[in-house]
């Protein structure tokens, strides 16, 4: 039986766009406490249905099934929400306060909302979610001409966010690996840290060994 081992309370780990049986694994075995499905079509990591639902109903008790969407609407919700068993919605789109709050209604599940990191401005937007939000992904913006809002492999700068008094809970992300994540904790204070591109030996392929090395850096 697949267990999910995470000795020590430690940060917690969130590894996104899962693709195969072997991730959801790989992932439970590293101890991480997320993982995280893409259901945005033009990803390398998009999953359709029947396969979300399949890794889905593959994860051990205490690996928290994350749905990652962009800008859905109320039939896309439904529909992934009667057939996929979640945990948590995490949006990553250009959704407002509100709509968070219907989609939270809507799936009586926690929501996370993603906000994009470049500069000083940025910060404003974490300030309308931080708090409002059940989890706020602190994320890099995506670089010009990406046709993805996440997973470009990308970081910001760690001080921006170095001093911030958070209201609620929150993850960093953008561009972490298993070598740099030691410094992004030390620099950010994170207890929750999310992490996809330098996971893979190509990309949408997951590394077990990579996933391994970055829950074990956590
Ligand atoms: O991963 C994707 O392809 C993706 C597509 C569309 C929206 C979001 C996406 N990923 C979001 C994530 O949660 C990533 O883990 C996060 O952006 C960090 O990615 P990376 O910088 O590649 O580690």
Not at 76 to 103: C, F, N
Not at 131 to 157: C, E, I, T, W
Not at 177 to 198: F, K
Request: net charge negative; charged share 25%.
């Amino acid at each position: 039986m697949l267990r999910v081992n995470r000795p020590g309370g430690g940060v917690r780990v969130k590894i996104c766009g899962l693709r195969t049986l072997a991730d959801v694994d790989a992932t439970a075995k590293a101890g991480a406490a997320y993982m995280g499905l893409v259901f945005f079509p033009k990803s390398p990591r998009h999953v359709d249905i029947d396969l979300a639902r399949t890794l889905a109903m593959a994860a051990p008790v205490g690996l928290a099934k994350v749905a990652l969407l962009v800008n859905p609407d109320d039939e896309t919700l439904d529909h992934v929400l009667d057939q996929v068993p979640l945990d948590m919605i995490q949006l990553h789109g250009s959704e407002t306060p509100e709509r968070l709050a219907e989609v939270r209604a809507r799936s009586g599940l926690p929501v996370m909302k993603a906000v994009g990191i470049r500069t000083a401005e940025d910060l404003a937007q974490l300030d309308q979610f931080d708090g409002v939000a059940d989890q706020v992904l602190v994320d890099a913006k995506p670089p010009a001409g990406s046709d993805r809002p996440g997973g470009n492999g990308v970081g910001f700068d760690w001080t921006l966010i170095a001093d911030r008094e958070w209201k609620g809970p929150w993850m960093l992300s953008g561009g972490l690996t298993p070598e740099n994540l030691a410094q992004a904790i030390a620099q950010t204070g994170a207890r929750q840290v999310d992490a996809s591109s330098s996971l893979e030996v190509v990309k949408g392929v997951k590394d077990a060994a990579k996933i391994a090395a970055f829950c074990a850096a956590a």
